[in-house]
């Protein structure tokens, strides 16, 4: 029986770089073992033997036949892999029958024989062919049969006696090669078109084979059978399984191996996206329902998120910077939330400090990472001129993805799946990914204002996404080991020794909008608002050094998420904030949507209104708890949750996190009902009276109402 060996001497042939070449000396040095070889023109060449045996550049030339690496037939391993249990049990058994006929023992040892072995007609006295003979007549199988048993136990052991489908590695339908790829070749022709029949597929092929070999050159294989091979084609190239937009994503997968970026350290790559949530909400201005969207700021080494920001419809460039100043000046953590879901100043780990609750200020809702590069797709809001000029003055570089290819943010795209399948479904107004999932009428349950929605992702990414572990977060040393984001955060500064934080937080102003205004005596008009503070001294007597597109003007930064101040650097780059005269309190943002609510309720009680009224009677509204319209309660309940995107405003206990849906979202076990007292409705408390009360209200209210 033939080896893996060969011999490796004087004559032995080897091909080098090409040539054939013979050893013609075995030489023994200080340094190891060498060969001298000889080529066919004479020339000598003299090689160290590890050298020369495990050098791509040589291949011996086997003087007799033996197994290659190169074999038709599968290895071993394969094979048996390939086995059942039903089927392993029968070439055991067959191996044992095999055993027997060569050795006289089952085992093939007698060391081990058995009781009653060897049995008379199989003592190793007793002819070969006797014994085949003996186990056809025992086995009722014919005597070929035997000898090839025995032949291929010789030859492979126990996986020679596997199923010759096993061994040679082929698909086990019987399809003649040229029909399977003009099969394929129709199946990929579909790609980008409309998902076909099976049917139309076969038929398709059988002419289109018809037309290219001829009639009656290669066989059709039946119906039955073009159906199985199509589904094996399918794990080739699907068509018929999933969607046509997911087939067209896998067709336009790679060809060649898969690279990635593999982030080090917090904060060395950030990923931003924006995706439409599967549930509705409330527009705090026209009380209808709307889709809104999401954006997001993740940082890829720890999974955490950096930034989140909830608009209606679409998202804005300044939506996008408000992200990504989130980066640089985290939103402060709400007063209830648990300790392990507060992030202490910095982002300093928990570990490093003694006592956490040493540290001066609250804790932060997210770590504070400056990103070194963002990663992107080509969407106008991530490529603005305002954004990448900042990133451009910032150091931050920005890599966009390929077009269509959401796997290049493959963290943050699952991340969106993981807010739809953990928490959104939970909650009223829940639509489903698809039009197929959708509810009956789910606009009709959505009762939470986007703020109110944007505050309870919030709350559910620190309390359960940032603490939970992650299947992706590793450590490469301890494989096993799963960590959750905020300890992967920790791991990274442990590992890396350092972050990125802010060098002047005075940069993250440049995110925000620009607006040019003139500098009066009273001070900066914007929008009929007017904003005074320190830092405006004899401004308005200096010519503007600016060209902008106001004569005489100066650019302020405005955050539209809260218009109760604006930022203005002065001539000697010094930073100043500056505050609206009818500011309703330095601790609550105040939304331009909200701002032109209370507008339009003081014009429909004053004859002469202002803003001073407009404030003042919502804020009278809402303090007392007399709104006269379920509307202008749900505006004041909203007044008194806002939160403004990128200011840092001491965050106060929002009561919508008591909602059952949202409690159970959270992971919070729902609280006992309290008696009844008088307060301001919660969202999504409808009662009769407030029903009552809008009879008599106008056309705005009654519209409103029918999405409530």
Same mark, same amino acid.
């Given at each position: 029986?033939?080896?893996?060996?060969?011999?490796?001497?004087?004559?032995?042939?080897?091909?080098?770089?090409?040539?054939?070449?013979?050893?013609?000396?075995?030489?023994?040095?200080?340094?190891?073992?060498?060969?001298?070889?000889?080529?066919?023109?004479?020339?000598?060449?003299?090689?160290?033997?590890?050298?020369?045996?495990? !050098? +791509?550049?040589?291949?011996?030339?086997?003087?007799?036949?033996?197994?290659?690496?190169? +074999?038709?037939?599968?290895?071993?391993?394969?094979?048996?892999?390939?086995?059942?249990?039903?089927?392993?049990?029968?070439?055991?058994?067959?191996?044992?029958?095999?055993?027997?006929?060569?050795?006289?023992?089952?085992?093939? !040892?007698?060391?081990?024989?058995?009781?009653?072995?060897?049995?008379?007609?199989?003592?190793?006295?007793?002819?070969?062919?006797?014994?085949?003979?003996?186990?056809?007549?025992?086995?009722?199988?014919?005597?070929?049969?035997?000898?090839?048993?025995?032949?291929?136990?010789?030859?492979?052991?126990?996986?020679?006696?596997?199923?010759?489908?096993?061994? !040679?590695?082929?698909?086990?339908? !019987?399809?003649?090669?040229?029909?399977?790829?003009?099969?394929?070749?129709?199946? %990929?022709?579909?790609?980008?078109?409309?998902?076909?029949?099976?049917?139309?597929?076969?038929?398709?092929?059988?002419?289109?084979?018809?037309?290219?070999?001829?009639? +009656?050159?290669?066989? $059709?294989?039946?119906?039955?059978?073009?159906?199985?091979?199509?589904?094996?084609?399918? *794990?080739?190239?699907?068509?018929?399984?999933?969607?046509?937009?997911? *087939?067209?994503?896998?067709?336009?997968?790679?060809?060649?191996?898969?690279? =990635?970026?593999?982030?080090?350290?917090?904060?060395?790559?950030?990923?931003?996206?924006?995706?439409?949530?599967?549930?509705?909400?409330?527009?705090?201005?026209?009380?209808?329902?709307? $889709?809104?969207?999401?954006?997001?700021?993740?940082?890829?080494?720890?999974?955490?998120?950096?930034?989140?920001?909830?608009?209606?419809?679409s998202t804005k460039a300044v939506d996008v910077s408000a992200v990504l100043y989130q980066s640089f000046r985290p939103r402060l953590a709400g007063r209830d939330w648990p300790r392990h879901a507060v992030w202490p100043e910095h982002g300093i780990p928990r570990t490093v400090m003694v006592d956490i609750d040493a540290a001066e200020g609250p804790g932060l809702a997210t770590p504070a990472v400056v990103p070194e590069t963002l990663v992107v797709d080509h969407g106008k809001v991530y490529?603005?001129?305002?954004?990448?000029?900042?990133?451009?003055?910032?150091?931050?570089?920005?890599?966009?993805?390929?077009?269509?290819?959401?796997?290049?943010?493959?963290?943050?795209?699952?991340?969106?799946?993981?807010?739809?399948?953990?928490?959104?479904? /939970? #909650?009223?107004?829940?639509?489903?990914?698809?039009?197929?999932?959708?509810?009956?009428?789910?606009?009709?349950? /959505?009762?939470?204002?986007?703020?109110?929605?944007?505050?309870?992702?919030?709350?559910?990414?620190?309390? %359960?996404?940032?603490?939970?572990?992650?299947?992706?977060?590793?450590?490469?040393?301890?494989?096993?080991?799963?960590?959750?984001?905020?300890?992967?955060?920790?791991?990274?500064?442990?590992?890396?020794?350092?972050?990125?934080?802010?060098?002047?937080?005075?940069?993250?102003?440049?995110?925000?909008?620009? =607006?040019?205004?003139?500098?009066?005596?009273?001070?900066?008009?914007?929008?009929?608002?007017?904003?005074?503070?320190?830092?405006?001294?004899?401004?308005? =007597?200096?010519?503007?050094?600016?060209?902008?597109?106001?004569?005489?003007?100066?650019?302020?930064?405005?955050?539209?998420?809260?218009?109760?101040?604006?930022?203005?650097?002065?001539?000697?780059?010094?930073?100043?904030?500056?505050?609206?005269?009818?500011?309703?309190?330095?601790?609550?943002?105040?939304?331009? +949507?909200?701002?032109?609510?209370?507008?339009?309720?003081? /014009?429909?009680?004053?004859?002469?209104?202002?803003?001073?009224?407009?404030?003042?009677?919502?804020?009278?509204?809402? =303090?007392?708890?007399?709104?006269?319209? #379920?509307?202008?309660?749900?505006?004041?309940?909203?007044?008194?949750?806002?939160?403004?995107?990128?200011?840092?405003?001491?965050?106060?206990?929002?009561?919508?996190?008591?909602?059952?849906?949202?409690?159970?979202?959270?992971?919070?076990?729902?609280?006992?009902?309290?008696?009844?007292?008088? $307060?301001?409705?919660?969202?999504?408390?409808?009662?009769?009276?407030?029903?009552?009360?809008?009879?008599?209200?106008?056309?705005?209210?009654?519209?409103?109402?029918?999405? %409530?």
């Amino acid at each position: 029986m033939s080896g893996a060996g060969t011999r490796l001497g004087v004559g032995t042939r080897f091909r080098y770089d090409g040539e054939t070449v013979e050893v013609v000396e075995m030489a023994a040095t200080s340094a190891g073992n060498e060969v001298v070889l000889k080529d066919g023109r004479g020339s000598i060449l003299r090689l160290s033997l590890a050298q020369f045996l495990f !050098s +791509d550049r040589a291949v011996i030339i086997p003087d007799k036949a033996g197994p290659s690496a190169d +074999d038709d037939k599968e290895i071993a391993s394969v094979i048996l892999g390939q086995l059942d249990a039903k089927e392993r049990a029968k070439v055991l058994e067959r191996a044992e029958h095999v055993r027997e006929v060569l050795t006289g023992y089952r085992s093939g !040892s007698s060391e081990l024989a058995r009781d009653d072995e060897p049995r008379p007609d199989y003592v190793p006295e007793r002819p070969l062919e006797a014994r085949y003979a003996a186990k056809a007549n025992e086995l009722s199988v014919s005597l070929r049969s035997v000898k090839q048993w025995v032949a291929d136990f010789r030859r492979d052991g126990e996986a020679g006696l596997a199923s010759k489908s096993r061994a !040679s590695g082929k698909s086990k339908i !019987s399809v003649d090669d040229r029909w399977a790829e003009t099969a394929l070749e129709v199946m %990929v022709e579909h790609t980008g078109e409309s998902k076909p029949s099976r049917t139309m597929v076969i038929d398709r092929t059988r002419a289109r084979v018809i037309a290219r070999f001829g009639p +009656d050159v290669v066989p $059709q294989p039946s119906r039955a059978t073009a159906f199985r091979l199509l589904t094996e084609l399918e *794990n080739r190239h699907p068509l018929f399984r999933l969607s046509t937009k997911r *087939n067209r994503d896998i067709a336009d997968r790679p060809d060649g191996v898969y690279g =990635k970026l593999r982030p080090t350290r917090p904060g060395e790559y950030l990923l931003m996206d924006s995706t439409r949530l599967d549930v509705f909400a409330f527009d705090p201005l026209t009380l209808r329902w709307v $889709q809104a969207e999401l954006s997001v700021g993740m940082d890829w080494y720890t999974r955490c998120i950096t930034g989140i920001r909830l608009t209606p419809v679409s998202t804005k460039a300044v939506d996008v910077s408000a992200v990504l100043y989130q980066s640089f000046r985290p939103r402060l953590a709400g007063r209830d939330w648990p300790r392990h879901a507060v992030w202490p100043e910095h982002g300093i780990p928990r570990t490093v400090m003694v006592d956490i609750d040493a540290a001066e200020g609250p804790g932060l809702a997210t770590p504070a990472v400056v990103p070194e590069t963002l990663v992107v797709d080509h969407g106008k809001v991530y490529v603005s001129e305002h954004l990448t000029s900042v990133c451009q003055r910032m150091g931050i570089s920005i890599q966009p993805a390929r077009l269509r290819t959401g796997r290049d943010k493959g963290p943050v795209e699952r991340f969106f799946r993981t807010v739809r399948e953990d928490l959104l479904q /939970a #909650l009223p107004g829940y639509k489903g990914p698809d039009i197929h999932s959708r509810g009956e009428n789910p606009e009709s349950d /959505a009762f939470f204002y986007l703020d109110e929605l944007e505050a309870i992702i919030r709350e559910w990414v620190a309390t %359960v996404y940032h603490c939970r572990p992650h299947s992706s977060l590793v450590d490469p040393g301890l494989p096993g080991l799963r960590m959750s984001s905020a300890k992967m955060f920790e791991h990274g500064m442990a590992r890396a020794g350092y972050i990125e934080v802010p060098r002047d937080p005075y940069l993250a102003f440049e995110f925000l909008e620009t =607006k040019w205004r003139t500098i009066q005596h009273y001070g900066v008009e914007i929008d009929r608002r007017r904003y005074s503070g320190p830092g405006l001294q004899d401004l308005s =007597k200096v010519r503007s050094p600016y060209d902008g597109p106001v004569d005489n003007g100066w650019p302020f930064q405005v955050d539209p998420d809260d218009i109760t101040r604006i930022d203005f650097r002065d001539p000697d780059r010094r930073w100043h904030t500056l505050r609206w005269e009818h500011a309703p309190s330095g601790d609550m943002p105040l939304s331009e +949507d909200a701002l032109v609510f209370a507008r339009k309720l003081a /014009a429909s009680k004053y004859q002469y209104p202002d803003d001073r009224l407009a404030v003042a009677d919502l804020l009278e509204r809402w =303090k007392l708890g007399l709104g006269t319209t #379920l509307a202008e309660r749900r505006m004041a309940l909203r007044l008194s949750r806002e939160q403004a995107a990128i200011e840092l405003p001491e965050t106060q206990t929002e009561a919508v996190v008591s909602l059952p849906s949202v409690r159970k979202a959270l992971g919070a076990e729902p609280e006992a009902p309290e008696p009844e007292q008088p $307060q301001l409705l919660e969202s999504g408390d409808d009662d009769e009276a407030d029903v009552d009360d809008l009879a008599g209200e106008d056309d705005f209210y009654a519209d409103a109402l029918e999405d %409530v």
